[in-house]
């Protein structure tokens, strides 16, 4: 018995060394090369081929000086006022979440992931929450601020996330919604799709009911407090 869990530690060791070497080796690697695919589209291929649905992925990437200036500014004021200014976590932020969801439970909680925090779930894990989950999060979350830096976070973020069934990216939301490239939707069509984000399996951007048009609204107004991203 003393062997074995002296085998187990042993190999516990070396198997979590070998996992944070390669973690990082991901990390300096796709801040040069853009991540073919995510844990989340190839879920969501797993899922459409067992439910017998067609195999839905339009995902194309465009780097983020072939935007629009609109998509950065749009998601960053959607999604994370601060992103430009926090190290990966708005702890003002997650205190705000703590006291709402310790008020309101049972009822829908409140989130306080950043920019970063979503990019290094999309890009290195699972959707599903558990503790294991979010401590790796974490984790990526630091790895990626320190290595790749506020733009290149901001880039694969436009060009991971979910926008629609079987669509990931700005560009791919872009063309399915407003038929056109990134570098060419306005700043209320950036301002919609920012607005779908939260759930866009449920919503469209290019249909949207006048929850998402109130949203939109929003995002245009903060928008224009934010001012400019300067990287």
């Keep these: 018995m003393k062997k074995f869990l002296l085998r187990a530690l ?15 080796l991901f990390v300096i690697l796709y801040k040069f090369i853009n991540p073919p695919l995510t844990p989340l589209m190839v879920i969501r ?43 990966g976590f708005d702890f003002e932020s997650i205190e705000k979440a703590k006291e709402f969801n310790a008020k309101k439970q049972g ?18 894990l699972w959707p599903q929450r558990s503790w294991v989950r979010k401590g790796l999060e974490v984790y990526f979350t630091v790895l990626i601020e320190f290595v790749w830096g506020k733009k290149r976070i901001l880039e694969v973020y436009l060009n991971v996330i979910e926008t629609g069934n079987g669509i990931y990216g700005a560009e791919s939301a872009s063309q399915k919604f407003f038929g056109k490239p990134a570098t060419k939707i306005s700043r209320g069509e950036s301002a919609l799709i920012a607005a779908i984000l939260p759930n866009p399996l449920k919503w469209d951007a290019a249909s949207p009911t006048p929850y998402i048009r109130g949203r939109q609204q929003w995002i245009l107004w903060n928008m224009n407090n934010i001012g400019t991203l300067h990287y």
Excluded: C
């Design 10 to 24: 042993k190999f516990l060791k070396y198997f979590i060394i070998i996992y944070f070497v390669t973690s990082l």
């Design 45 to 87: 291929i797993v899922e459409q081929s067992w439910n017998g649905q067609t195999i839905r992925l339009k995902h194309k990437w465009v780097n983020l000086d072939n935007m629009t200036s609109n998509l950065p500014l749009a998601v960053v004021a959607s999604e994370d006022n601060l992103f430009m200014h926090h190290s």
């Design 107 to 124: 009822t829908k909680m409140r989130g306080a992931s950043t920019i970063s925090q979503q990019t290094a779930k999309n890009v290195f």
